[in-house]
């Protein structure tokens, strides 16, 4: 058992912060005795601890506002859950405390966000970033989100979303922002640049249906890349990459304010 501990130790760090192992070898999480539980409920087991989700949010909180004291940056951060990374009701509460901003991803989101208002959660000013691929009943919840109200920006996957916002949404101003197609790597088992719309394709799509639409104000850029952030010359370049589009942008679309770190 022991030399079975010790390669746990030295191929995945274990155990973390979160875990460890009391007197009797039993499994503790945030030093909760996970056999008491297993006994009660059996297995398998999902366990959410609410206390390290504030803490987590708080420290990303923490990570910019370091940077933002350290190189004197003259812009504010804003943190947004993504509501996909957990739906249930006590998670979404836990993480409103602090005081944050949501993003969804799929029409599923949506009634989930009207919910959250009527109980007084969140308010119409509470931003609601719309990411995601848009099938037609995401695109008609977003629209009348829009139409009643909420502080709601859709982030245009592709060339052809916008059209449906122009048909459908009444309001007489519509933040929107565009998520651009980054290269993903090649050994990447998911390899794909069809989520967002090229850097070839931003410019004309500002130009073309944004722009020329008084109704229409492109308020961001997002940037994701699927494999996440790794610590490679890839990622930094293409994240360097795509702040030089944003600043080319910015030239020519005074209203593009923020970026959306995905």
Known sequence: MKNYIDLID?????PTREFNINEDNELLFNNVPLMEI????????????????????ENAKLLFRNAIKKYNYKG?????????SSHFSFILEEVLKQHVHLETSSAFDIPIIRDMYNQGKISK??????????????????????????????????LKEID?????????????????ATDEEPDFSFYTSRLGVRYSDVNTLYEDKIKPNPKFNLKMLHFFINTGIKDSAYYWSELSRFIYKYCEMKKICPELDSIDLG
């Open 38 to 57: 297993i006994k009660q409920y059996g297995t398998p087991l999902k366990i959410s601890y609410l206390p390290k989700i504030s803490e987590h949010i």
């Open 164 to 180: 449906f916002y122009e048909k459908s949404v009444t309001a007489d101003k519509v933040n929107l922002a565009i998520r651009i």
């Open 10 to 14: 030295q191929t995945i760090e274990f």
């Open 125 to 158: 000013s509470t931003y609601i970033l719309c990411n995601g691929y848009k099938q037609p009943l995401y695109t008609q919840f977003i629209s009348e989100l829009i139409n009643d109200g909420f502080n709601c920006i859709p982030i245009l996957d592709n």
């Open 76 to 84: 504010n951060y804003t943190y947004c859950y993504c509501t996909k």
